[in-house]
């Protein structure tokens, strides 16, 4: 694949069973970049207080991250509620990846966008924890049952990926309310910033559209829809839903939860 310009990644969710580090591990071989940002949510330790579930994929998607950075890529790691401990390290440099609690990138044609994941902008997540960690664990139980159910439409000869979590949000209406307000929240702090736009994470809910003349982009996830943002050299952004180019047999059967070693590193900061 030639390479991009930026690549845009948010709400991965290490350290869970449902993050799919099997399929962002062919995602990022297929897209190398001079930029890589992490918008939030890359560790879930809000999940990991509860039990962990590190795999051997996880453990590679780390240490391909860690490679880029020592290549030469610039990796910049900015923090979300689920990894909102290392909000106290924000501009320090840990292995090459700076660490910032939110940032302007400018495109190559000139656009400037805030990046920041976005719980700043949800009232549930700034002044209802306890709501927010029970929702995480509903959300958390319908990503894990969709496994299941993908696995079974495949043996039944179904095609195509479907989205039990997404299917959900699409239907509830109260669900829709909340993410327009989001996007509205975060499009209004970009304009007061003077920016062209805003790229965040956050929701699990990716897109890219105009609102009232600025540009609002939402990287997705990697726990249900399997997407990013990636910047071409002229500075287009494109929404890559890699659900949908994955290869198949990544989608044969549910994933397997193997137990491997937490980083160390990790460890600490959970002890923090």
């Not at 991009?4 to 709400?11: E, H, I, K, P």
């Not at 490679?67 to 900015?78: D, Q, T």
């Not at 439409?153 to 997404?166: D, F, M, T």
């Not at 949908?244 to 959970?270: D, H, I």
Request: include cysteine.
């Amino acid at each position: 694949m030639p390479k991009v310009r930026s690549v845009f990644l948010s709400d991965i969710h290490l350290g869970t069973r449902a993050c799919q580090a099997e399929r962002l591990l062919e995602f990022l071989r297929d897209h190398p970049a001079d930029q890589t940002y992490l918008i939030g949510d890359i560790i879930d330790f809000w999940a990991m207080s509860r039990s962990i579930c590190w795999s051997q994929a996880q453990n590679t998607v780390v240490q391909k991250l860690l490679r880029r950075a020592r290549h030469g890529e610039r990796v910049v790691f900015i923090p979300g509620n689920h990894d909102e401990a290392l909000r106290d390290y924000c501009g320090i440099v840990f292995g090459d990846v700076e660490v910032v609690n939110e940032m302007v990138h400018e495109t190559a044609d000139g656009r400037r966008f805030l990046l920041i994941h976005g719980d700043q902008f949800d009232q549930v997540t700034r002044h209802h924890r306890w709501v927010a960690v029970l929702g995480d664990k509903a959300y958390d139980l319908l990503v894990r049952t969709n496994h299941w159910l993908s696995w079974g439409r495949r043996k039944l000869g179904i095609s195509g990926y479907w989205s039990l979590a997404g299917y959900a949000k699409r239907k509830v209406k109260t669900a829709l309310n909340f993410i327009f307000d989001f996007e509205e929240s975060a499009i209004h702090h970009a304009r007061e910033r003077g920016l062209d736009g805003v790229i965040c994470g956050h929701i699990h809910w990716a897109t890219i559209r105009d609102i009232d003349g600025l540009t609002y982009v939402n990287c997705g996830d990697w726990v249900d829809s399997c997407s990013a943002i990636v910047e071409h050299f002229d500075g287009r952004l494109e929404l890559v839903n890699w659900s949908e180019r994955m290869p198949q047999r990544l989608l044969a059967a549910p994933p397997k939860e193997v137990q491997t070693a937490v980083p160390a590193q990790l460890e600490e900061t959970m002890e923090v």
